[in-house]
């Protein structure tokens, strides 16, 4: 038996026992389901805000707990990590070892918690069409979804966390929602170099499944499945992953991508309240409409990488493409990964070439400064194409308050770069992750769901 299957096996133990007993340290500010198990969740819902007694002590599950209470904890016996105390800083750059660590998710609050945590090993991208007929069902859906999202994020072993999103078309004529679009939010147009597929853009509503098991990912996605036939299709999906040697350095090297540089080096620090406030979070001030506060815009780009091509190159070629050298990742001319390169005395690119990625994407100039952006890019490998090449890549997303300052100025900065000849863009789409559910009284989207069409 490997490692990952102990650690499985692990997992379906504790979850069957969850389902069996309660947790005995998971007693506040609960709710129970009348069934859930991995791939079929009966949440219990109808008179969703109000605390419900499980008739059947046996199969009642706990839901939706808040404040110190971790089902992590009360199951495997080890603390939560809670690094926000610790990591409060208002550097613009992540420090290693600093990022969120994905321990005990909390579910409640006034952004979703899983925009800010560090990335788990594996992740699901799932898009959906909205089946509902009307703002009535509509709502009942987002009731309904969420109370999965808490059950499932309070159940799943690994700590599972997700991430709700409405795209572009939740703002057509379906729901009378059409005034209350966030101002920013757009259908995605092709870039230069895109090569769009539709069948793997855009959608109504965006979830995102987020825990280090590729396993786990899929039960979760599974249970939406089933429970919501009637009210979600799935229009496409996409799943990602970081290299191992990630894990192995205890997280605190950036992860490498599939052309084989350090990728995530220089990031926003979401430990930083005051950047994320700044960047990323849509706040009272932004002139969008009140219901988008707490939320942010989600731009999520499927990059297929031309692996074969790239890795014939000479090696300084790659790494003037990228501006960084590939074993240690410093900036072209210094000696370490977190070493910042000086662009204003370099003017004529001795050391970072001015066409670098890195460069084009972050000149460091007072008019990129409002660009930051919140990465999390992940590989993927969906095996091959249909012309026997790898079809690999590098699934992007980026948390931005302002969609066209943040993701679209910075790829219309890229358009051209040397890297494009070795990247071909195909899927993806422009999201608004939804602000938190602040309560059991609460739901997703309620306040734009509640404002008159
Ligand atoms: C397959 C496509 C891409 C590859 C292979 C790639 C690779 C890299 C690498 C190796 C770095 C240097 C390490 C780091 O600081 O993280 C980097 C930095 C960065 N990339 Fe990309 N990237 C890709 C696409 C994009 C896209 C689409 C965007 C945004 C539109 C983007 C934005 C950035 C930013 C903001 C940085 C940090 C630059 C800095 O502040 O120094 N990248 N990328």
């Known amino acids: 038996m490997t490692a990952e299957d102990k650690?499985?096996?692990a997992s379906h133990l504790a979850f069957n026992r969850l389902i069996r007993e309660e947790s005995p340290t998971a007693d506040c500010n609960r709710f129970a389901v009348e069934r859930c198990e991995i791939g079929n969740l009966r949440a219990r819902?109808?008179?969703p805000y109000a605390p419900a007694v499980p008739s059947d002590p046996a199969r009642r599950v706990l839901l939706?707990?808040?404040g110190q209470a971790c089902f992590t904890a009360a199951t495997s016996g080890v603390a939560p990590k809670t690094s926000l105390a610790a990591g409060l800083k208002e550097e613009w750059v992540a420090q290693p070892g600093t990022d969120r660590i994905s321990g005990c998710q909390n579910f409640y609050g006034r952004h979703q918690s899983s925009i800010v945590t560090a990335q788990p090993l594996a992740a699901i991208v799932a898009s959906f069409d909205v089946l509902a007929g009307s703002r009535d069902e509509l709502t009942a859906l987002m009731k309904w979804l969420t109370v999965a999202t808490a059950a499932l994020m309070a159940v799943m072993m690994d700590s599972l966390s997700m991430t709700v999103a409405f795209g572009a078309s939740m703002f057509d004529t379906r729901f009378g929602l059409a005034t209350q679009c966030p101002k920013h939010l757009v259908t995605m147009n092709a870039f230069p170099n895109d090569a769009l597929d539709n069948d793997r853009c855009h959608g109504d509503l965006l979830i995102q499944f987020n825990v280090d098991t590729a396993e786990t990912n899929n039960q979760a996605l599974q249970a939406v499945l089933k429970d919501?036939?009637?009210?979600?299709?799935l229009r496409w999906r996409q799943d990602r992953f970081l290299l191992p040697q990630?894990?192995?350095?205890?997280?605190r090297d950036a992860s490498r991508n599939l052309l084989g540089f350090k990728d995530g080096t220089s990031n926003?620090?979401?430990?930083?309240?005051?950047l994320l406030n700044r960047m990323v979070w849509v706040g009272n001030t932004s002139g969008e409409p009140g219901w988008t506060h707490g939320g942010t815009y989600q731009a999520v780009r499927i990059i297929r990488t031309l692996v074969e091509r790239w890795n014939v190159i000479p090696l300084h070629e790659q790494e003037n493409i990228i501006g960084r050298d590939k074993a240690e990742g410093a900036p072209l001319g210094m000696a370490h990964?977190?070493?910042?390169p000086d662009y204003l005395g370099d003017p004529d690119g001795r050391g970072v070439p001015l066409l670098a990625h890195i460069r084009r994407v972050n000149p460091s100039d007072p008019g990129s400064t409002d660009s930051l952006i919140l990465r999390r890019g992940y590989t993927y490998s969906n095996g091959l194409t249909k012309a026997g090449e790898l079809d690999v890549g590098l699934l992007f997303t980026a948390f931005q308050s302002d969609l066209e300052r943040g993701f679209i100025a910075v790829q219309t900065r890229l358009?051209?770069?040397?890297?494009?000849?070795h990247i071909k863009p195909d899927g993806g789409g422009y999201f608004f992750a939804l602000p938190g559910v602040e309560s059991t009284r609460d739901h997703f989207a309620r306040v734009l769901l509640e404002t008159d069409a």
């Open 7 to 9: 650690t499985t096996s």
């Open 268 to 274: 926003l620090d979401a430990n930083s309240p005051y």
């Open 415 to 421: 358009n051209g770069e040397p890297l494009e000849r």
């Open 64 to 66: 939706g707990f808040i």
């Open 337 to 340: 990964e977190r070493d910042v």
């Open 45 to 47: 819902a109808p008179t």
């Open 228 to 233: 919501f036939p009637d009210g979600l299709s």
């Open 246 to 251: 990630t894990a192995g350095a205890q997280r």
